[in-house]
């Protein structure tokens, strides 16, 4: 049940429509997307760089410990919230990388773009700390998160897809959370509150479309279960990467998460339009 026919319906089909008009051509091996290529271009041709200046030092020893320091200001936190938000996806895209996950003769097209989508997560991330003059560094996710990232790519496909499902509806929520958190905190740098709107707005798009992706590979159980382990998976989230709640307020945690999951409340946070392939 693998090849590109074999799994098919109307949203998955316009998915993959979808995917190759925002990203261009696909390139595995040097991981490229033509498209997201030319958005990297023009961020690159227009740099700016905040007023504020950032404790370096003190960002690094953030990044090398998993309980901040309780007087660390809301910009760094968001900033090492910003460096380690990702870090779980990218090893978890690493290793199904290493054990060429995406990379048979029959791996689905969708499967190709997101996995190199999520290579544009973590670089879209580093550009958000090239604001501030901050360098991207690769850290190990935490214990509980590794076998979290381990069981989400190694149990069979089949039951994969609502679990990994609902891990893409929590990130929606942080990306989104985080996102606003460090606009309204760089406001009264309106072009830095605006490049953080359009980097974060860019991995959101993404992260729709796999929450998206997901649902429409799921039965109805399969949504069922995507949308119970949604909000025990952000808790998951924001334990393990504590920076969060010292930037996102925990009572915007409570009142996200006191709703049902609903994709359309994402629209103002977005720079492109996401394709949804299946509601969760
Ligand atoms: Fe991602
Ligand atoms: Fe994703």
Redesign the pocket.
């Known amino acids: 049940m693998k090849s590109s026919t074999a799994v098919a319906s109307p949203g998955i089909e316009g998915y993959r429509e979808y995917l190759s008009e925002r990203n261009g051509d696909a390139d595995l091996l040097n991981r490229r997307l033509a498209h997201r290529e030319a958005f990297f271009a023009e961020i690159e041709a227009n740099p700016i760089r905040s007023g504020r200046s950032i404790d370096a030092v003190a960002f690094e020893r953030g990044m090398r410990t998993r309980r901040p320091a309780n007087d660390i200001s809301p910009e760094l936190a968001f900033l090492l919230a910003t460096a380690k938000l990702?870090q779980a996806?990218r090893f978890g895209v690493g290793l199904g990388e290493t054990y060429g996950k995406n990379s048979a003769g029959d791996t689905l097209p969708e499967r190709v773009h997101m996995e190199l989508?999520?290579h544009y997560?973590t670089r879209l991330l580093a550009y958000v700390l090239d604001l501030f003059g901050l360098p991207f560094r690769v850290t190990p996710p935490a214990f509980v998160m590794r076998q979290f990232v381990k069981l989400a790519v190694f149990i069979p496909e089949s039951q994969s897809f609502a679990f990994v499902g609902a891990s893409e509806m929590a990130?929606c929520a942080m990306f989104d959370l985080l996102g606003q958190a460090g606009a309204a905190l760089f406001a009264d740098e309106p072009k830095i509150a605006a490049r953080i709107r359009l980097l974060y707005g860019e991995?959101l798009t993404?992260?729709i479309g796999?929450v998206g992706y997901c649902a429409a590979r799921c039965s109805n159980a399969g949504r069922g279960i995507m949308r119970m382990l949604y909000r025990p998976i952000v808790r998951l989230f924001t334990r393990q990467t504590p920076e969060i709640l010292r930037v996102v307020s925990p009572h915007a945690l409570d009142e996200r998460l006191s709703h049902p999951f609903d994709l359309a409340g994402y629209e103002g946070s977005l720079a492109s339009a996401p394709f949804v392939a299946a509601h969760p």
């Open positions: 990702n996806e989508e999520e997560h990130g991995i993404d992260e796999h």
